[in-house]
């Protein structure tokens, strides 16, 4: 197992790599001269050389690359080009806000889409069943904006249940306060295509020699669905579980910004408006780093799941 370990540690070197020279082409060749955006309206050659030497711009590309490739090992970005503010403090300030949107929908996401693909796949080719994917479809349809705006209506303008926007300075507030609305939103748009999926999975396993092994045994219904089908259906369910951890950490962009919530979807969308490169260049790391860690995590967890999975 250490050997697996050391080995995957050591193959996310050339990817680090890779992702840092992308992120340097993509911003110093391809995004546009910053120091003429932050120039303001009426850039004159003095300033936008001045700010080009602020920045280090002015010097060759590979000290650019040599400092940004530092920033990366050090994680220390230096500071925002727009506020001044060091870059690991912005993250750090708002990562918390986006935590606590994001968390409680991806668990909840999980736990309410498993149990209700469990039950689909169970009564599968029942009105029940049609009914629910005819739901399911028409949900994925409709766009989070509308569910926000919507929500923000019903709930907070017309029930006056929450407040429309807002955020707190305690987890406890803004969970019993401001969070809920917007993570029950998110639920009613991710649920519906991870059941479709999920179900998809059950049905799969259902079809299998072993479940009818199983009821041919007498095994009641219950534990072929609960133990043997949802252990071997486990697999691809956590691998997708896995793909959506990234959005862990960079949140709701629509969500953020309707509900004003200070999170990190929200930086993002204001450091691109402002062309604050450092503030994007260190989330854009952040999410490939949680990437990486989050495949070697679920390759691990297969092992867990499924004795017979060899990790090579």
Known sequence: MFAYFLRRILQMIPT??????????????????????????????????????ELGLDEPWFVQLWVFFKQVISFDYGRSWTTNEPVGQILSA?????????????????????????????????????????????????????????????????????????????????????A???????????????????????????????????????????RIMYVHVLRNAAIPIVTNMALSLPGLVVGSFIIEQIFSIPGIGREVIVAVEKSDFPVIKAITMMVAFVTMFANLFVDVLYKVLDPRVELK
């Open 16 to 53: 680090i790599l890779g992702v840092i020279l992308m992120l340097f082409l993509l911003f110093n060749f391809f995004a546009g001269d910053p120091a003429q955006i932050l120039a303001g309206k009426m850039p004159n050659p003095e300033r936008i050389a001045a700010i080009r030497k």
């Open 94 to 178: 708002r990562l918390p806000a986006t935590l606590t949107i994001m968390l409680p929908v991806w668990v909840l996401e999980a736990a309410i889409a498993v149990v209700l693909a469990l039950g689909v796949a169970y009564v599968r080719g029942t009105l029940t069943d049609r009914v629910v994917m005819a739901i399911c479809t028409a949900s994925m349809s409709i766009s989070l904006l509308l569910y926000a705006v919507v929500g923000q209506w019903v709930f907070g303008s017309v029930l006056g249940w929450a407040p429309v926007q807002g955020w707190g300075d305690s987890l406890a507030t803004n969970l019993s306060t401001y």
């Open 180 to 222: 809920w609305l917007p993570i029950m939103l998110i639920l009613f748009v991710a649920i519906t295509p991870s059941l479709r999926l999920y179900r998809s999975f059950v049905v799969e396993e259902i079809n299998q020699d072993y479940v009818r092994t199983a009821r041919a045994k007498g095994v009641s219904d219950n």
